[in-house]
């Protein structure tokens, strides 16, 4: 994997002990049944080891190192690397049987942002995906990734493909592990929201290493991850252990205004809904269930409090001059109220107002 820089030496070939022994007994002009006899074993079993049949054991090895001379950490050393090239061998075999499931994968964008290795053969791209993922097999992929396509909050209006967001969620993941963090504690985390709503109508250029930083004394690891294609993802939410949490935005519409309420509507789920779930969500209409409806209120009414928006609405006036002094008084910017309007059926998405809405665009971290 490209994530992680390695500079062991890794041959694709390998000496089995017995070669070398067999060449020693040569040099040595000692015959196999000599040896076998000095060292107390039998001549077939000392045969199927210079004939790469058997392997060198630790024992074997100390008592060719008493007779040859030559270190019992080189005779175990060949047969250990014998047998992991053999086992390397017929894991690579077993992997060309997947695939089509390595041809899932948005493999050349993974390439892009340089976490696997650039390769043509299926196998190595498998074993590639597998370390990426952090995973053994890819059996043990299904088991821990498989069921993303449940979790997935989704509109009607697409299918999005669950390697793409599997991909998607590990990048996120690789980032929030590497992402210092204190020990949760949810008191600390509302404060840093608070705080996070305060500086919404900062600019949004310096506004992400603040937040990030915030979240991070609370428990929290903030990341940005462009989405990939074929994923309609904007956010997910998880827990990486009982101590720390994720959050993750793809920054997928660009906007403050969903920029803001994907932030919130994450850090719902963190405060509201089970330690064991992954909150996948697209940010789109279409579809609700409990969890997904408790986020959603969570982040409206954080952002805009419930009782000055029904106030505001009521009125029926959503001018720009009326929209900019409603935001001005609650404390957000304008961008975010627009964003509720619309969603609320008050404005149409093509609304005049747009241009109040602010560009997001931040760095990966």
Known sequence: MATNERYEYAPDYAVHPGEILGERLA?????????????????????????????????TAIQLERVLGVSARLWTGLDASYRLLEARTVAAQQLVAHG???RGFPYAELVR???????????????????FFGVGSVDAW???????????????????????????????????????????DERAFMSCLRDARSISRGLLASCDVALRERCATAGVALVFVPELRGT?????????????????LSLRHKTDDHFWFSL???????????KKAVYLDSGDEGFSCVDEEQANRFACDFLIPPDAYRRFVVR???????????????????????????????????????????????AEA
């Open 100 to 102: 089509e499931w390595a």
């Open 113 to 131: 942002r340089g976490v696997v290795e650039s390769t043509r053969d299926i196998s190595e791209r498998a074993s590639e995906l597998l370390e």
């Open 316 to 362: 029926h006036c959503f001018s720009e001059l009326s929209v900019c002094r409603f935001s001005d008084e609650i404390g957000v910017t304008a961008g975010i109220v627009v964003g509720r309007l619309q969603h609320d059926r008050h404005l149409p998405y093509n609304s005049a107002l747009n241009h109040l809405k602010r560009t997001v665009e931040f």
């Open 232 to 248: 309609h993802v904007s956010g997910a939410a998880r827990w990486l252990n009982p101590a720390k949490a994720m959050m993750a």
């Open 264 to 274: 919130f509507h994450e850090a719902g789920h963190l405060l509201r809904d089970s």
């Open 27 to 59: 040099a040595y002009g000692m015959s196999q049944t000599e040896l076998a006899r000095r060292i107390g074993m039998s001549t077939k079993t000392l045969s199927q080891i210079v004939n790469g049949k058997a392997p060198v054991t630790p024992e």
């Open 142 to 184: 299904h088991a821990e990734y498989g069921s993303l396509q449940v979790a997935f909050r989704r509109s009607p209006a697409f299918n999005p493909s669950p390697e793409a967001t599997a991909c998607w969620l590990r990048l996120a993941e690789l980032q929030a592990m590497d992402t210092e963090c204190a020990p949760f």
